[in-house]
């Protein structure tokens, strides 16, 4: 049972069947079941279009049929007969497009992007159909951060959804009533729909849920609701029905609004409506901030953006303020629905229209004040294919409850999930090694270090170069190894945007490199250009290491020594090496470096690596190998 299900009751919803006298043709059963479509009662409608399906109409009582089913939610039968209407030659863009969005309804995504393909102009739907499915394996992958498991608020058949946290307890709405003449929805053929409430025993269970007294509910359908803190105020959504009187709108449709009801002694009572209601649109599913003076809720008032919008009222000395639309990219050209607000910090909502894995999924925000954050899908197992909607979160963050259709496939029918947010864990597995020899190093001691608190973890690496840690979720790290002689180095790990456990390796080559005094080491990529001795942008990674290097490494000071190949002048190139070490020198000083601990030489050509002297013959490559930077540890301070 979604908005859409829960936008109209027209007048026939006073009686659950229609006694027809005599049966007729084809064209008679069209005419009745349209009738009785446009009517919204599609249970009944059912009956009539399957009387046609053996006649000319064929494909127009398939297509009504569709059509019947999915308004009733039951996206099998509805696939189904779309399935067939596709086939004909006089199937629609709208037809195809309505079919994929249904196979995608079914986790069918692969057939769903064929069908999507084969269109020539999809509209925004279809477009945000086809950029999700992309996404979608991604999705898929069973994060460890959750679990979920289905409710005992359910019992046999019954729809169940929208669970609310009230005292000790859950409320919730059901279908579960007895059904009867009077109490019968067409548009299902099910009962209506009323609150019930289930008290939260030991171990986390349920009791057997009864229904809520007093004045919400009533002839028609009740639910969603939003309780304030103190738990003495209920806004709750119902349909157009007070005071025994039904108000319609101008297309005779009962719709949805929100109602305020106060608690006295334990029963709810004082029932009125909210002023921004309308007989002309539905307004329903409110969520409220802590302090009860904010709300959000979803309406398919005009002037929105699609279907059913999500909406922000604002309660100023004891009224409520007009709605203001929450925009895009809440809001999209399709429904969004069932808000829920999570300590003032967070925005949950339902909406098809945004990119998903099928039918309504849950998406969360960040919510600051007036700010609200760019959607994210909550993904697998969260969301499915199916419709997820109506969540609850606990104070703790830790658990809540979810509605969900996901395993009545078959039926549709709407049932209530529990689920437990899982601490995230992370293992950092590392080993340290000789950069050289690439052969493990014991006894290097390792450091963690967290970035934000500077909260550091030590080991010591093991016989076969091995460490690990335990890491935290949503957090940066630096590890760090020293050892006796050799460079310390350091390395950056991080289990910021990680959505599942796992184990982390790293070959931290904390490449333990020996430190040997006076001993030249090559600083790939140091160039410049002819003549010139600036620092290129392309020079600067390999400065920026060694930059790493003297940080890492507090105790050593360093000669920084520029080459030059043979072609020019000896005392030319004594003059350019010089001051191409001292531009470097000068790099690495701004980067936070004691000028203390670096000295700049130029060699100018004085320590060619190969052949290349004066008046030899040689290739670029070969003079190349001569143009280097080089450095080398000529002292260290280990006070």
């Not at 599609?42 to 064929?58: C, F, H, I, P, W």
């Not at 089913?69 to 199937?91: G, P, S, W």
């Not at 293992?427 to 020899?437: A, H």
Request: proline share 3%; with cysteine.
């Amino acid at each position: 049972m979604n908005f859409r299900q829960l936008t109209g009751v027209k007048s026939i919803l006073t009686f659950c069947t229609l006694a027809l006298l005599f049966s007729g043709c084809a064209s008679y059963h069209m005419r009745q079941g349209n009738r009785l479509f446009n009517l919204m009662a599609y249970n009944e409608a059912v009956k009539e279009y399957t009387k046609a399906l053996d006649s000319k109409y064929k494909c127009e009582a398939q297509r009504n049929l569709a059509n019947s089913y999915l308004k009733m939610n039951n996206v099998a039968k509805a696939r189904q007969f779309y399935a067939e209407v596709i086939k004909d030659t006089a199937a629609t863009n709208t037809d195809k497009q309505l079919y994929a969005d249904l196979l995608m309804r079914s986790g069918q995504y692969t057939d769903a992007k064929q069908v999507l393909d084969k269109i020539t102009s999809l509209d925004s739907k279809g477009k945000v159909m086809l950029a999700s499915i992309d996404s979608i394996p991604s999705w898929q992958e069973d994060s460890a951060n959750y679990r979920i498991e289905r409710s005992n608020l359910n019992s046999g058949s019954e729809s169940n959804f929208s669970p609310t946290f009230y005292k000790d307890g859950i409320m919730f709405v059901s279908d579960r009533g007895k059904l009867t003449a009077r109490n019968c929805y067409d548009w299902t053929g099910r009962p209506f729909l009323d609150l019930y409430f289930s008290k939260i025993e030991g171990g986390g269970k349920s009791a057997n849920p009864d229904k809520v007294s007093g004045d919400m509910n009533g002839k028609y359908h009740e639910g969603p609701v939003a309780i304030n803190s103190k738990g003495d105020t209920m806004y709750i959504t119902r349909n157009n029905y007070i005071k025994k009187k039904v108000g319609k709108s101008e297309q005779d449709v009962v719709n949805l609004k929100i109602y305020q009801l106060y608690k006295k002694d334990t029963t709810w009572t004082g029932l009125k409506e909210l002023p921004f209601n309308s007989n002309n649109f539905s307004t329903g599913h409110p969520a409220l901030t802590a302090d009860g003076n904010t709300m959000y809720f979803a309406s398919d008032r005009p002037g929105g953006q699609g279907g059913s919008d999500l909406y922000v009222s604002h309660k100023v000395n004891g009224v409520w303020s007009d709605p203001k639309n929450l925009g895009a990219p809440v809001n999209t050209a399709g429904n969004e629905v069932f808000p829920f607000v999570w300590k003032d910090s967070a925005l949950y909502f339902s909406s098809d229209g945004n990119y998903g894995m099928g039918g309504l999924d849950v998406f969360k925000c960040a919510l600051n004040g007036e700010q609200i954050g760019t959607p994210v899908n909550m993904a697998y197992p969260f969301n499915t294919s199916y419709d997820d909607f109506g969540i609850a979160v606990a104070a703790n963050g830790k658990e809540g409850y979810l509605s969900s259709n996901r395993e009545t496939s078959n039926t549709e029918v709407d049932q209530i999930y529990k689920f437990f947010f899982e601490e995230l864990r992370f293992t950092l597995q590392g080993v340290t090694v000789n950069k050289k020899s690439q052969e493990p190093i014991e006894g290097v001691i390792v450091e963690l270090k967290n970035d934000a608190t500077g909260e550091v973890e030590k080991v010591v690496s093991k016989k076969d170069g091995t460490f690990n840690f335990k890491l935290n979720p949503h957090t940066n790290y630096t590890v760090i190894g020293h050892k006796e002689e050799y460079f310390t180095n350091s390395e950056a790990v991080t289990t910021v945007g990680k959505i599942k456990s796992e184990n982390m390796y790293v070959k931290l080559k904390l490449e333990m490199e020996e430190i040997v005094i006076d001993k030249p080491i090559v600083l790939e990529n140091i160039y410049y250009d002819f003549d010139k001795w600036n620092i290129r942008a392309d020079a600067k990674p390999g400065l920026d290491k060694l930059v790493k290097i003297m940080s890492d490494n507090p105790a050593i000071s360093i000669e920084l020594g520029s080459h030059t190949d043979s072609r020019a002048d000896d005392r030319y190139n004594d003059r350019l090496s010089q001051k191409r070490a001292e531009s470097a020198v000068k790099y690495i000083v701004s980067h936070g470096i004691s000028q203390s601990r670096i000295a700049a030489k130029g060699y100018g050509e004085t320590q060619l690596v190969n052949r290349c002297k004066n008046g030899v013959r040689c290739s670029e490559a070969e003079h190349q190998a001569n143009r280097r930077t080089e450095f080398k540890v000529v002292k260290i301070d280990n006070k």
